[in-house]
């Protein structure tokens, strides 16, 4: 039983008439029940053509043996399309039936994706794909792309409605009328579903994603570019300014009887269905978190490359990325820690909370015990560093890292040479100090990648350990963000006061130790 009353009648056989498939007509007719549309097609034309009797010669009937429609599904996938357009999905034509009324046409608004597109022989074909892309997933989210022209065409339909409508004192908003993606998705989610044995769901990280072309209707949105010409500006990513949002915004913006002098409505059906240009599969980021140790004084946190020169063989970021990124077959990372060392410092104690964001990543369901290997293969793989803590967490969970960063605190461990000779009295006032307020101005060596600014922060508290006359351990407590080796040695003044100024003589900073991140993420967990 069609979800149609005699009130959509006229319109109906209208739209009918012009070429358009059932499912158009049931969103044009108000039809927002997902039920109607996923009557097969075959049987939507059928109830269709009972529903408008009695026929007449020009409506679109079947004939009793119809030459089957035939899914052009090449051997090495349905993405691979010749530059005419041939290729791909489409309808097989035969030219001793292009004058007869039962052939069955192409849609004149959806251009066929309510037609071919929607019948399990293509969702199969495109979950092939999607099972042959290696993805492990749970869900999935369907998304797809329309031809921008289709836009134009859905347009031309709903003012030739419109104004049958409003002969019958009826009204008909865009809003009214059921959106292409919107029944699209209704009718092949739950065939998806069937197929991959998985829900659909708006918020999974796995997507796939379906693009389709009509490379025979391309110039219907040429005449906007005239009328509208701000609306389609060049983009550098883009390989056309006919767009589909460019094409919605002067849909938008242009007068509806401009538009009636430059565009039929109702539009000829084309001879071919939609093409489809690309099946693709993608998977949201994966977040990876620990803490690192670092123990050499010869290595950069991150790639350290000077006008496209490697000054260092490898970074604290490659040796724990490189293999992340091959475990969870991801394409590529981005690391981010809670502050950074110098090349020649090293990080010690719990070591520094870091995250590594693995971007689409094909593998991404790890034990906990799968995570400790991987923890125990990175750690045989260099004795420059040692990670623990090794976990999967989500991206909102990241923000924990950087929460508060300027409140948090550090401790360090300084080997300190002065000029002078020094005795232990000269140094022990440095234990008395509290929470000693330094200004910094943005240090030289750092001032090519940092804006030039004077920044406040706290010495908590410091604590010497004599050597000899010429050096001393240095123990301090900060803020997070100070720059230590400036607050020794005062960085041409740029730093005050500074170790030197305190203690009247020049003082200069050998080694330096990271002993602490007081930065309480990732959680710790049991080896």
């Known amino acids: 039983m069609l979800p149609l009353t005699e009130e959509n009648k006229h319109v109906a056989q ?27 097609s075959k049987e939507l034309l059928k109830e269709l053509q009972k529903f408008l009797e009695p026929e007449k010669p020009e409506l679109i009937l079947e004939a009793p043996n119809p030459p089957l429609k035939k899914i052009r599904l090449h051997e090495d996938g349905i993405d691979n399309l010749s530059e005419d357009g041939k290729d791909g999905v489409s309808v097989i034509e035969d030219e001793s039936m292009a004058e007869k009324p039962s052939k069955l046409r192409v849609c004149n608004v959806c251009l066929g994706i309510l037609q071919e597109f929607c019948e ?10 999607v099972e042959a892309s290696g993805f492990e997933f749970t869900s999935m989210v369907l998304s797809v792309s329309f031809p921008p022209q289709q836009s134009v065409r859905e347009h031309a339909a709903w003012l030739l409605v419109k104004q049958e409508m409003g002969k019958q ?28 044995g998985v829900p659909t ?16 209707t391309a110039e219907d949105c040429h005449f906007l570019g005239e009328v509208c010409p701000d609306c389609f500006k060049p983009a550098k990513n883009k390989q056309s300014v006919f767009t589909r949002m460019a094409v919605l915004k002067a849909l938008n913006k242009i007068k509806e009887e401009d538009f009636l002098v430059q565009f039929p409505c109702l539009p000829n059906s084309p001879k071919t269905v939609c093409t489809v240009l690309e099946v693709e599969c993608t998977h949201g980021a994966i977040f990876v978190a620990g803490r690192y140790n670092k123990y050499s004084r010869n290595l950069p946190q991150t790639p350290w490359i000077i006008d496209g020169e490697r000054k260092m063989e490898s970074s604290v970021e490659e040796l724990i990325s490189d293999h992340l990124l091959a475990v969870f077959k991801a394409e590529s990372f981005n690391f981010s820690s809670s502050g950074r060392e110098d090349v020649d410092v090293r990080t010690l104690g719990n070591g520094r909370p870091f995250a590594v964001e693995l971007l689409n990543p094909h593998r991404v369901h790890f034990t906990s015990q799968e995570m400790k290997e991987l923890q125990q293969t990175i750690n045989k793989s260099s004795d420059k560093i040692q990670v623990r803590d090794l976990q999967l967490v989500t991206r909102e969970a990241i923000g924990h890292m950087k929460e508060g960063e300027e409140e948090k605190t550090k401790t360090y461990s300084a080997l300190i040479w002065t000029n002078r000779a020094i005795q232990k009295k000269d140094i022990g006032f440095l234990d008395d100090l509290k929470d000693l307020k330094i200004a910094q101005k943005t240090p030289l060596r750092v001032l090519h990648r940092r804006p030039l600014a004077v920044r406040t922060r706290a010495i908590h508290s410091m604590k010497t350990h004599y050597l000899d ?5 240095l123990h301090l407590k900060t803020q ?4 230590i080796k400036e607050f020794v040695h005062g960085d041409f003044g740029r730093t005050k006061p500074n170790l030197g100024s305190l203690m009247s003589m020049t003082a200069d900073i050998l080694e330096l130790d990271v002993e602490s991140v007081d930065v309480d993420w990732p959680p710790a967990l049991d080896d």
Do not use: M
């Open 14 to 40: 209208l739209l009918f008439s012009s070429g358009t498939c059932p499912r158009c007509i049931f969103r044009f007719c108000g039809v927002d029940l997902p039920a109607p549309y996923k009557h097969p």
């Open 480 to 483: 997070a963000g100070t720059y």
């Open 469 to 473: 006359e010429h050096h001393f351990r």
């Open 169 to 196: 004192s009826l009204s008909l908003g865009r809003n009214d009328v059921v959106q292409l993606k919107e029944a699209y998705k209704w009718i092949t989610h739950p065939l998806f579903s069937e197929e991959l």
């Open 201 to 216: 769901d708006g918020k999974s990280l796995f997507e796939v994603s379906v693009v389709f072309a009509h490379p025979e």
């Open 120 to 129: 399990k022989g293509f969702i199969t074909k495109v979950c092939q794909k």
